[in-house]
């Protein structure tokens, strides 16, 4: 059912900084940011030789980040994102196996423009997992 990891997410409270340390640290290439409302988040790419890290800053108080930024002070690591070819049939596997979905349960658009969701991290040893809809994985 899985296919890559896709990224890994980490929560910063200033977007800007977060994506100059990553360039003059390491030499980074980032990407432009990307504001993504639906999710209440802005985000910018670091792209790496086998994945990529994902910078998410809450646009606002009301973004679902912005509890998670409120308990880890100056940011961490928010969840791990996996590509599947088939969202809605992953979706289903996982549901009948007793795992839950954030949200209404439907997928919603992504920063690639793909299908995400989201499962409970309850059910998966406290991380957040994202889905990622890619149908050449």
Known sequence: MLGRL???????DDL??????????FG?????????????VKVVF????????ELLEP???????????????GGGMHHLCMEVTDIIKAR????????????DGEPKIGA??????????GDFNGTLIELEHVPDV
Do not use: Y
């Not at 896709?6 to 910063?12: D, E, I, R, S, T």
């Not at 800007?16 to 360039?23: F, L, N, Q, V, Y």
């Not at 670091?46 to 890290?53: C, E, G, K, V």
């Open 112 to 121: 690639h423009g793909n299908p995400v969701i989201f499962m409970h991290p």
């Open 6 to 12: 896709n990224h890994v997410a980490l929560v910063v």
């Open 46 to 53: 670091i792209d790496l030789p086998n994945t990529r890290i």
């Open 28 to 40: 980074a290439s980032t990407s432009d940011t990307l504001t993504l409302e639906e999710h209440g």
């Open 59 to 73: 646009l606002g108080n009301g973004s679902p980040v912005s509890k998670f930024l409120e308990k880890h002070r």
């Open 92 to 103: 289903d596997e996982l549901v009948a196996k007793g795992a839950r979905i954030l949200g």
């Open 16 to 25: 800007e900084k977060a994506g100059a340390r990553w360039r003059d640290m």
